[in-house]
């Protein structure tokens, strides 16, 4: 029978990896939590490399905050290119009604 796997917030794994750091010791940090010690290693990592973007959380991608930053200008690129195609559409739309209207 396998086992459930098991889910960590991020306030656990940050309280872990301080206290691992303060110990000094990792595995047995790791066995005193019930972790494997290659998970915690791999949260040190993390939280090295992304700082407080390490843990999102609900599958969310890890960002630095660049990355974040050029995620988020992609997504108002994209919708002011949506707003413009959109107006384009409707100065057409209204252009030819004027001159159906100007033919009568």
Do not use: C
């Amino acid at each position: 029978m396998s086992k459930s796997r098991r889910k960590y917030d991020a306030s656990f794994k940050s309280k872990a990896i301080e206290l691992s750091y303060a110990r000094g010791n990792v595995r047995e940090v790791a066995e005193e939590l019930g972790l494997h010690p290659e998970l915690l290693y791999r949260w040190r990592r993390e939280k090295h490399q992304y700082e407080h973007n390490s843990f999102p959380g609900r599958g969310n991608p890890k960002l630095t905050d660049e990355e974040r930053e050029i995620a988020e200008l992609k997504k108002q690129l994209k919708d002011a290119r949506l707003e413009r195609d959109i107006l384009k559409k409707a100065i057409s739309i209204f252009s030819a009604s004027d001159k159906k209207s100007s033919d009568l």
